[in-house]
């Protein structure tokens, strides 16, 4: 069973009485990053803001875009770390996807439409990298720096076995939510975007291309059974439509991206490429300017609430050299949390809404 830690105190809400019962039993929750919304995938990393790089914002966008680098998800500690000085701040990958799951349950409003099957799309907004959360009780430090690992990759094997566990954990409580989850992992071994600019796909040896090619092939008959289940449902037959299936996994990359906007530290003016705003191909740029140093702008606003107060927790420790594993976890132990606080509200100009491709 997974144990949903301090949701209350993450979001500051109670969790909506459809989304109880389910969240009662899938409760600890482990986080992705994700690369550009641009290539239609995302990867997990563990980030060091400092990985952070820009690119020239189109003329469309009023806002310098911000494109996170990230790496295949297969880092160790699965942690974001922001450098401050002597310290380093830690921020779950758990608690990164609580975030994403709040964003899931406020998304919706009279210009940008309600995620539909609701319930479902929040469960994966909040699930769909559980797999990791086994890491994160037992995070390790990178034998080169000696600090917390950031692009240290684990044994294909063994990420194959984690996102399995994670993506069985999920089906076993919602067919629809756990689709979505499969769907993602299918993307993070997608080599043909590994030239894109910003994406980096799994690393694979070529000793071990046999053995996540039949994960893959496994990912797409399960991805399979799982439609026509779902297609035999009456309740749930539209929900499975390839073009809502698609709009439904774009949306959940979009809320990952903001999520991490709000972890990796320093704000800046970002955007957030073609979100899918309706089930009918309208799209929209999400356009994020920074208000001083806690609040920010969203424009065009996508949420029911205006404005949505965001609480991470995090951990600071030193920026030091650790002797080993024990020495990183009984540092982390004695950490306290905090709660980085933001405040995100609507930002002025209408809705610019252009038709996807």
């Known amino acids: 069973m997974l144990f949903h830690q301090d949701f209350e105190g993450i979001s500051g809400e109670q969790e909506n009485a459809d989304c109880g019962s389910r969240l009662a039993v899938l409760r600890e929750t482990v986080t992705i990053i994700l690369d550009s919304r ?123 076995e984690l996102y399995q566990r994670g993506i069985e954990r999920v089906v076993k409580v919602d067919h629809y939510a756990g689709l979505l989850v499969s769907m993602h992992c299918l993307g993070l071994y997608d080599r043909t975007r590994a030239t894109m600019p910003g994406f980096s796909a799994k690393y694979i040896k070529a000793h071990e291309s046999q053995v996540v090619n039949d994960f893959l092939q496994t990912l797409r008959l399960q991805q399979l059974r799982l439609k026509v289940d779902l297609r035999a449902d009456p309740k749930m037959k539209d929900f499975t439509d390839e073009k809502w299936l698609q709009a439904n996994a774009l949306r959940l990359e979009a809320l990952d991206r903001l999520s991490l906007y709000f972890c990796i530290g320093q704000l800046e003016g970002a955007t957030i490429d073609a979100v899918p705003a309706d089930y009918h191909g309208r799209e929209v740029d999400w356009n994020l300017l920074p208000e001083g140093s806690n609040a920010v702008t969203l424009e065009p606003y996508p949420f029911r609430r205006d404005p949505l107060e965001i609480s991470i927790l995090a951990r600071r420790i030193p920026r030091r050299r650790y002797s080993d594993d024990g020495d990183l976890q009984k540092t982390l132990g004695q950490a306290p949390y905090f709660a980085l606080k933001f405040t995100l509200r609507a930002g002025g100009a209408h809705m610019r809404a252009h038709a996807r491709a």
Not at 95 to 103: I, N, Y
Not at 126 to 155: A, C, K, Q, R
Request: glycine share 4%.
């Open 38 to 160: 641009k290539w239609r995938r995302h990867n997990s990393a563990v980030i060091y803001k400092k990985e952070a790089w820009h690119v020239p914002s189109q003329a469309r966008t009023p806002c310098p875009k911000v494109f996170i680098q990230a790496v295949a998800a297969h880092e160790a500690s699965a942690m974001i770390i922001q450098e401050q000085g002597e310290h380093l701040v830690l921020i779950r990958q758990t608690d990164h996807a609580v975030l994403a799951g709040h964003f899931a349950r406020e998304l919706g409003n009279d210009t940008f439409a309600l995620p539909q099957p609701q319930e479902s799309f929040a469960l994966a907004a909040t699930e769909h990298d559980n797999g990791w959360n086994e890491w994160e009780l037992l995070p390790g430090i990178d034998p080169v720096t000696f600090l917390p690992y950031s692009f240290m990759s684990i044994p294909t094997r063994d990420h194959i």
